[in-house]
């Protein structure tokens, strides 16, 4: 099975820096070129449906994955290739799912960013958002019930998603249960087109966490060293049980929401300003600064991330696609009661001439 | 032993409660009050912390029961009336309904809605909404008509390994009962011939079954045989024991509390027609609930759902087709 190969929860071992920053600059890349990958082959028309990447915001969501542990859970969004490679989630997967392969674990049956494995605590999106939070709630109310203690549950949002009542509705649950949940909010300054001005009209987001009753703390979403320290500190807060935790990171979404979009309406100022710098060029050349890496080691590793990601196109590319003949086309997990539910073709016609025979 | 409705409904739930440690309940007011209704009266005493207080907040309420689900619990959510269900709308048809099909994964939990009219209840607490939810893939809807299908099938339900619609009439929680619970029971997607007659098939579910069983016996002093099938789940619909029964009567009335576009008297109708056109000496009839939200006044609630009254002239007007 593809999840056997699960292995969260390596960012324990904070205790050395060097390896946290190195570690996390590595996935960001990975995630980087992966897609970049998914944008050349959709550009080649090999992907049905949309591409939707994280570019800009690989800092914060491979600390979000990072900070994670095997037995949390966590439910990444539309940006967080780079937190999905960092909890465990085979870079397979996502390959899988974007080129529709029926031996992905969607099946065919969802793309792109809607994929997990819920019972590995990797939760798989639905589009609405602000949906997945109260999911994770009830995951961690489960631990609770069945006496797990010392899990966390991450959900990852952006700005928009912070005006639906979804979102409301589960940071207030989350509230009043105390459940170790710890809400990443990347500001990424668009939901699609829409600019903050005409998404909310509070100061800053994070005055929200008050409302609400739960901690909370800003970053800058660009600097990889903060993102590692901010969300850590959060997740840790949670697991020590100190109920809910709000991170908001300021950051620029580096593409348009999806590639069809090229983004004509970010505004120049802040791409020129500080938040708009690149979290993987920042994160290089703190490696640089601080001696933890040189050139060549930055283009070796950037070599093996490109044969990875290659390398697992090459192979999904040769993998079937599902087949709609051989489609169990059944909603319920309840065989006896979804075969009742589909009108067998023609056994109308059968009862029919049955029943007419008899009546004669 | 006298059992109502509505106690059915609450034993079903202790009896969950006691014989599976995953089973839990969540909803408004469920807690020590013992809920709007009292259908979990005395459980959060007997149950200490499985049975849970929720904020008014449907949305969430249906997202946590998903996801204590992934986790292998089975949760009971108690919608304080089946109206407000239109707030967790999205979590019941895209992410509860979804789960199995997207990541072959059961997502096993248990919606109670309190629904149908009550004598002033008004449009936002009357409404029945068995047929939007049937309407989507991945749902079971269940419309229990009697004291024990409420019970054996509120345990069928928190047993299934699919979400449930568990749709429960509140003109019925104190209207109806038994001697007592049931031994065995039949199951889920099975329609219960609940009256043999040879004129005519009236088809009905949940409240709208005990007015067809009026009209059959008035009609019966007029001279006419009325067959009465329970649906007893919408979804699935036992299509085989109506088709069976128009099979014996060559006609059909369908009814249903629900408004009348689409739904569940539209697919009964629908396939008859279609699996057994040439069993009908009559064109299929349906009756509903007016095509307007329900009204406040008594005078006019009872005129806007069907009653023993109106069934009675729809199924004298197709006894003379």
Known sequence: MVHSAFS????????????????????????????????????????????????????????????????????????????????????????????????????GRDGNVHRGWPREGLLPMISHLGAMISVVNGALLAHRFKGLAGTVGLASLGDGGTSTGAFHEAINQAAVEKLPLVLVLANNHYAYSTPNERQFACRCLLDKAAGYGISGETVDGTDLSACLTVVGQAVNQARAGGGPQMVLATLLRLCGHG??????????????????????????????????ADA????????????????????????????????????????????????????????????????? | MSLTYLDAIREAQARALA???????????????????????????????????APISE????????????????PIIEIQFADFSTVAFNQIVNQAATLHWRTNLPCPLTIRLPCGGTSGGGPFHSQTMESIYAHYP???????????DAYSMLLEAVALDDPVIFCEHKYLYYHLKAERLPAEAMPVGKARLTRPGRDMTLVAYSAMVHEALAVAEELASEGAEIEVVDLRSVKPLDTDTVVASVARTGRLLCVGEAWPWGGVTAEVIARVASEGFGLLDAPPQRLNAKDTPAPYHPNLWAAHRPTARSIAAAARNLLRM
């Open chain 1, 8 to 107: 969260p929860g390596t960012a324990r071992a904070i205790g050395s820096c060097q390896d946290a920053h190195t570690r996390a600059y590595r996935l960001m890349l990975l995630a980087r070129i992966l897609d970049d990958k998914f944008a050349s082959l959709y550009r080649m028309g090999k992907i049905h449906g949309g591409v939707f990447l994280g570019r800009g915001q690989e800092a914060l969501s491979v600390a979000a994955g990072l900070a994670l542990r095997k037995g949390d859970v966590f439910a990444p969004l539309i940006r967080d290739q780079a937190g999905r490679l960092a909890f465990g989630e085979p870079i397979l997967d996502a390959v899988r799912t974007y080129l529709g392969s029926a031996l992905g674990p969607m099946r």
């Open chain 2, 19 to 53: 014989q599976d440690p995953r089973v839990f309940i969540y909803g408004q007011d469920v807690g020590a009050f013992g809920g709007a209704f009292k259908a979990t009266k005395g459980l959060a005493q007997r149950f200490p912390g499985r049975v849970l207080d």
């Open chain 2, 59 to 74: 949305d969430a309420m249906v997202g946590l029961a998903v996801g204590a689900a992934i986790e292998g619990m089975r």
């Open chain 1, 259 to 292: 590639e069809h979009d090229d983004a004509g309406y970010v505004d120049p100022a802040l791409k020129a300003s500080p938040i708009g710098r690149d979290c993987l060029k920042v994160a290089e050349e703190q490696l640089l600064e601080k001696n933890w």
């Open chain 2, 138 to 148: 991945g749902l079971v809807v269940l419309t229990p008509a009697t004291v024990e």
């Open chain 1, 296 to 360: 060549s080691m930055l283009a070796a590793w950037r070599l093996e991330a490109v044969r990875t990601v290659e390398d697992a196109v090459a192979k999904v590319q040769r993998e079937p696609a599902p087949d709609p003949y051989r489609q169990d086309w059944c909603a319920l997990a309840s065989r006896h009661l979804a075969e009742a539910c589909e009108p067998a073709e023609g056994a109308g016609r059968e009862i029919k001439a049955n029943l007419s025979e008899r009546l004669k």
